[in-house]
C-alpha cells in the first residue's frame, strides 16, 4: 500500500510503465513482471508514483 505525498490518499496500485522501441511511455493496467517498473496512481489528485521491489533484484 502506497500513500500519496501530497493528498495522503491510498495510491492505486496494479499499473505497468511500457516503452515502446520508438521511446514512447506508456502506462498500463496489470500485473507488472519482476523486472518491470511499477506505478502506483493516486485516485484523488493524479499523483503518480514509479518503483521497483527491492526484493525482486537480483
Known amino acids: ?3 500519496c505525498q ?3 490518499c491510498q495510491m492505486d496500485e496494479g499499473y505497468r510503465l511500457k516503452v515502446n522501441t520508438y521511446g514512447a511511455i506508456r502506462i498500463e493496467c496489470g500485473i507488472p513482471k519482476a523486472d518491470e517498473i511499477k506505478v502506483a496512481i493516486c485516485p484523488s489528485c493524479g ?4 518503483y521497483h521491489d527491492k526484493g525482486m533484484r537480483k
Do not use: L, Y
Open 1 to 3: 500500500m502506497r500513500i
Open 6 to 8: 501530497q493528498c495522503q
Open 47 to 50: 499523483e503518480m508514483s514509479m
